[in-house]
Structures are given as structure tokens and as C-alpha cells.
T-cell receptor
Framework: DAMVIQNPRYQVTQFGKPVTLSCSQT?????MYWYQQKSSQAPKLLFH???????NEADTPDNFQSRRPNTSFCFLDIRSPGLGDAAMYLC????????????FGQGTRLTVV | GDSVTQMEGPVTLSEEAFLTINCTYT??????LFWYVQYPGEGLQLLLK?????DKGSNKGFEATYRKETTSFHLEKGSVQVSDSAVYFC????????????FGKGITLSVRP
């Protein structure tokens, strides 16, 4: 029944070692989002795809990249993780932007050692 | 820019107590308003939404009314249960092709038996 699936649930990576988080959806939604959520803070939008169109938030560090090879899958690449990148990463989808609700995955908790 | 302000937490209540969680917003135009809930170890789930002024969203005994005059969307429940223990996020989405969800910081609710 899971509609937005994130893998893995927990990821440990070394300082400076590239890491990729994955998200897949069975909803056939046009929009896929990546949020970063640090402890006791609001989820912060990193970027989103509307179909194949990539929309980067102005304050998202260059260290964060994303790929969407097809409708179902979206990846978050962190090229050189720092200790400050340790967080929960949330993937979400929606039919379109604006008033429609977003469906979230369970998140991937990233630890940087 | 858009912003959402939630009351400071955490909140601890006894079972069957009345709940109010305050939320105010700043946005241009006429945003849609949402409450999301995050249960321990889970992703965010939409609890309720309202898309225009004076709309009331409701779900699982929770209610919130879109008040344009006070730019508020307070969440209420008449009788909380232990199973309502979670983190609650207020969010808005402005209209427009590339609009996005903007979240408040969230508030942790703990309900004692």
C-alpha cells in the first residue's frame, strides 16, 4: 500500500563520501520534492521536479543535487556530506503544485560520521 | 516571502482534554492551508486542509477554520486520545505554477492516559 517509498530508512555515511538517497512513487504524480528536516525544525524544501523540469531553491547548497530518470523515481545526491548535513530527508509527491496535498515517504535519516 | 508561525511547544495534555494549537501565516494572495501530522518514526501525513477563506477542514475529530481576517488556521480537537501523540505541522501553499509548501516549526503533542 505504500505510495511513496524511501530507501534506505537509515543511512550512515562518512564525512566527504558521496551518498545517494532514493525515492519511488506509485501515484504517477507529476511533482516530486526533497525536503531536509533537522531536529525540532520545519521541513525545508531543497528542490522539486515538475515532470522533468528541475526547480532548485535559491538557498540550497551546491553540495545537493537531484536526478529524476523517470516519473516514478527521484534521487538525492550529496556530493560531499558534512556533519551539518545530518538530518531526516523527506521525499514527497503531488499531482501538481499549488493547492493539492503532498504525499510523504517515511524519510531517510542520514548520519554523517 | 511566505511564512508560518506556530505556538511554542511541547504540549502535554491528559486524555479527553481539549486541544488548541495556534497557527498564523503570512502570504501574498490567497494560499491554501494545511495541517500535517507526523507520528513517531513515520513520514508526514495530511490531517486536514482548507483552500479558501472561512473553509473548515476536519478529519479524525480535528478541525481548523481558515480565518483570512486574522491570518490564522488554529487546530482544535474536543477530546484528545493517547493515539493523538505526534508532531503537528501547519503549512501553506500559495497559488502559482511553482508554489511550494511552507511549513511551521511543528509542535509536539503528548497525551497522558
Amino acid at each position: 500500500d505504500a505510495m511513496v517509498i524511501q530507501n534506505p530508512r537509515y543511512q550512515v555515511t562518512q564525512f566527504g563520501k558521496p551518498v545517494t538517497l532514493s525515492c519511488s512513487q506509485t501515484l504517477n504524480h507529476n511533482v516530486m520534492y526533497w525536503y531536509q528536516q533537522k531536529s525540532s525544525q520545519a521541513p525545508k524544501l531543497l528542490f522539486h521536479y515538475y515532470d522533468k523540469d528541475f526547480n532548485n531553491e535559491a538557498d540550497t547548497p551546491d553540495n545537493f543535487q537531484s536526478r529524476r530518470p523517470n516519473t516514478s523515481f527521484c534521487f538525492l545526491d550529496i556530493r560531499s556530506p558534512g556533519l551539518g548535513d545530518a538530518a531526516m530527508y523527506l521525499c514527497a509527491t503531488s499531482w501538481r503544485t499549488g493547492t493539492t496535498e503532498a504525499f510523504f515517504g517515511q524519510g531517510t535519516r542520514l548520519t554523517v560520521v | 516571502g511566505d511564512s508560518v508561525t506556530q505556538m511554542e511547544g511541547p504540549v502535554t495534555l491528559s486524555e479527553e482534554a481539549f486541544l488548541t494549537i495556534n497557527c498564523t501565516y503570512t502570504a501574498t494572495g490567497y494560499p491554501s492551508l494545511f495541517w500535517y501530522v507526523q507520528y513517531p518514526g513515520e513520514g508526514l501525513q495530511l490531517l486536514l486542509k482548507a483552500t479558501k477563506a472561512d473553509d473548515k477542514g476536519s478529519n479524525k475529530g480535528f478541525e481548523a477554520t481558515y480565518r483570512k481576517e486574522t491570518t490564522s488556521f488554529h487546530l482544535e480537537k474536543g477530546s484528545v486520545q493517547v493515539s493523538d501523540s505526534a508532531v503537528y505541522f501547519c503549512a501553506l501553499s500559495s497559488t502559482g505554477a511553482n508554489s511550494k509548501l511552507t511549513f511551521g516549526k511543528g509542535i509536539t503533542l503528548s497525551v497522558r492516559p
